[in-house]
């Protein structure tokens, strides 16, 4: 297994346009995680997904940002008009829950390195 | 609410001594917590889970809830140990929460 795949792995685009963010997850895997990371505030969750549905989206910082999962092998991560202040690596992460009282591992991506001129 | 703090942005120590990079945690129900590794050009990754109660590399951490702390130690630090380390919090749903993280560098 290639693990979870993120693309592209660099973006550079211009202030106001639209970026759109991909991930496909571990094949099997039910949770699937939006992360970014900045100097500034480290990493923060954005959004995650449980078989498909968004459970949680509160880390979302504003309407500007949306996420999908059309199906258990893909999901974007969408930014439309992209800002400067959205300059940041985007990772997501996957992983299997194994029911109450289990821990379990995330295993995340390469990361998208995203800057916005 | 949950939260993660790490207060060291930056941990330098010699090869062979030993480190403790502090993590502490504030949150309302019982916690399960996380320590996270992301070595120079690779994938974030988990080191270990308190659940566990494991070594990873000669890593351990102890969860105490009377200081809210779970802090990872190492006797004996190498230079391949050189990373930035993140402690994560699970809350209710799997809601997760990273601390800042500390960069640990181990000097020969």
């Known amino acids: 297994d290639a693990g979870v795949i993120q693309s592209p792995r660099h973006e550079v685009t211009e202030m106001g346009q639209e970026v759109t963010l991909r991930c496909k997850p571990i094949?099997?895997?039910?949770?699937l995680f939006w992360y970014r990371q900045t100097m500034m505030r480290g990493l923060e969750l954005l959004i995650y997904?449980?078989?498909?549905?968004?459970?949680?989206d509160s880390g979302m910082p504003e309407d500007r940002f949306s996420a999908k999962m059309p199906n258990a092998s893909f999901s974007t991560l969408k930014i439309q008009p992209s800002e400067p202040r959205d300059s940041a690596v985007y990772f997501c992460?996957?992983?299997?829950?194994f029911g109450a009282g289990s821990s379990y591992e995330q295993y995340f991506g390469p990361g998208t390195r995203l800057t916005v001129t | 609410a949950q939260r993660v703090t790490q207060p060291e942005k930056l941990l330098s120590v010699f090869k062979g001594a030993p480190v403790e990079l502090k993590c502490n945690y504030s949150y309302s129900g019982s916690p399960e917590l996380f320590w996270y590794v992301q070595y120079s050009r690779q994938r974030l990754q988990l080191l270990l889970r308190h659940i566990s109660r494991e070594s990873i590399k000669g890593f351990t951490a102890d969860l105490n809830k009377g200081e809210t702390s779970f802090h990872l130690k190492k006797p004996f630090a190498q230079e391949e140990d050189s990373a930035m380390y993140y402690c994560?919090?699970?809350?209710?749903?799997?809601?997760?929460?990273f601390g800042p993280g500390t960069r640990l560098s181990v000097l020969p």
């Open positions: 094949s099997g895997h039910d949770y």
């Open positions: 992460a996957s992983s299997l829950w």
């Open positions: 994560a919090l699970e809350g209710p749903g799997q809601n997760f929460v």
């Open positions: 997904f449980n078989n498909n549905v968004p459970i949680d």
